[in-house]
């Protein structure tokens, strides 16, 4: 079955450094998400994007983050100059966009660790 | 907007007893309503979701919810419960426009005492 992936699982930096995850999504979707989960808080949503540009952003989505797909089939999250309040574990999510509703399909996650 | 409140960030159950996690939501919009689990050190996975028509839903791992408009609910159930089943619950919220972002509750963790 297809399935999400995320690169790397463990993530350690240095708080001001610059971070990127990867995201492999489902080959045939098109939209596609971050989410971020704090420790013992709600899992939030972060950004959506379709079609090379973002769809969607929330307020935590500021101008430290960026994503970007550099090709055909990665996805990734850009932070630029990590906090420690960026310290969480970070899932990507893809959907077909053909579905009503449309099945967000979940990685298994990057857990950031901010030092 | 739309917001997810689930009652109880713990539930602890015997094995082979009722499971029953609460979810309530608020939409501006008619909602999609979605549970998903999460094992330790794994990513989210589909429960169930809602959609339209029949109100009874059922889900993978013998789960099923029901959707309560007037009570603006979705809460979780299992007639039985399993020591496998131990992991936390989300309930989530989404329009129903292709694209559209899921809102979660703050989640339950589920344990389930032998």
């Known amino acids: 079955e297809p399935e999400v992936t995320q690169t790397p699982s463990h993530q350690v930096t240095q708080m001001g450094q610059e971070v990127i995850l990867r995201c492999v999504p489902i080959?045939?979707?098109?939209?596609f998400y971050w989410y971020r989960q704090i420790l013992g808080q709600k899992v939030e949503f972060l950004v959506s994007?379709?079609?090379?540009?973002?769809?969607?952003k929330s307020e935590i989505f500021d101008d430290q983050f960026s994503v970007e797909r550099p090709d055909g089939s990665n996805f990734t999250l850009k932070i630029r100059s990590t906090k420690l309040e960026d310290s969480a574990m970070y899932f990507c999510?893809?959907?077909?966009?053909?579905?009503?509703?449309?099945?967000?399909?979940f990685g298994p996650g990057t857990r950031l660790t901010v030092l | 907007a739309q917001s997810v409140t689930q009652l109880g960030s713990h539930v602890s159950v015997s094995e082979g007893a009722l499971v029953l996690l609460r979810c309530n939501y608020s939409?501006?919009?008619?909602?999609?309503l979605f549970w998903y689990v999460q094992y330790p050190n794994q990513g989210l996975q589909l429960l169930l979701k809602?959609?339209?028509?029949?109100?009874l839903v059922k889900g993978i791992n013998g789960f099923e919810a029901e959707f309560k408009k007037s009570e603006t609910s979705f809460h979780l159930t299992k007639p039985s419960a399993h020591m496998s089943d131990a992991a936390e619950y989300f309930c989530a919220v989404s329009g129903d426009n292709a694209g559209n972002m899921l809102t979660f509750g703050g989640g339950t963790r589920l344990m389930v005492k032998p």
């Open positions: 080959s045939n979707h098109l939209y």
């Open positions: 809602y959609t339209t028509g029949a109100t």
């Open positions: 939409s501006s919009v008619p909602p999609y």
């Open positions: 994007f379709y079609n090379n540009e973002i769809s969607e």
């Open positions: 999510a893809s959907t077909s966009g053909l579905g009503r509703p449309d099945t967000q399909y």
